[in-house]
């Protein structure tokens, strides 16, 4: 599933790079005026603009909308249920274990002075 929703990505990534390339700048317009510049009638009256704009904010929106995919999946697939289960990269320290009880000596190795 998170290799579907990547490529998906990845391939809206690409698009929105190309579109926003093949837009004109605010600049262009400057060169139209002055008769250099012909309207898009591929796309209708209104140009090429309208058309890139829309179909621009429709992979943005898509793209967002497959980053938050991605984040919800990856999220949920690997979340320990408590923060013991949480590896901290230390490692546990080696238990002791304790004299059993009853078998301690009552006296010292020391021997008493009187």
Same mark, same amino acid.
């Given at each position: 599933?998170?290799?579907?929703?990547?490529?998906?990505?990845?391939?809206? #990534?690409?698009?929105?790079?190309?579109?926003?390339?093949?837009?004109?700048?605010?600049?262009? $317009?400057? %060169?139209? #005026?002055?008769? +250099? &510049?012909? +309207?898009?009638?591929?796309? %209708?009256?209104? &140009? /090429? &603009?309208? @058309?890139?704009?829309? /179909?621009?904010? @429709? /992979?943005?929106?898509? @793209? @967002?909308?497959?980053?938050?995919?991605? #984040?919800?999946?990856? *999220?949920?697939?690997?979340?320990?249920?408590?923060?013991? =289960?949480? $590896?901290? %990269?230390?490692?546990? !320290?080696? =238990?002791?274990?304790?004299? /059993?009880?009853?078998?301690?000596?009552?006296? +010292? *190795?020391? !021997? =008493?002075? $009187?």
């Amino acid at each position: 599933m998170l290799g579907i929703v990547l490529t998906v990505h990845v391939l809206l #990534a690409i698009g929105i790079i190309g579109l926003v390339l093949m837009q004109h700048g605010k600049g262009a $317009d400057a %060169g139209a #005026a002055f008769g +250099s &510049g012909a +309207s898009g009638t591929v796309f %209708g009256a209104a &140009g /090429a &603009g309208s @058309f890139l704009v829309k /179909a621009t904010t @429709f /992979a943005a929106i898509l @793209f @967002f909308l497959t980053s938050i995919g991605m #984040a919800y999946i990856v *999220d949920g697939s690997s979340k320990p249920s408590s923060v013991t =289960e949480m $590896d901290s %990269g230390v490692p546990a !320290p080696a =238990e002791q274990a304790a004299p /059993a009880k009853g078998k301690e000596k009552a006296t +010292s *190795d020391v !021997p =008493e002075i $009187d």
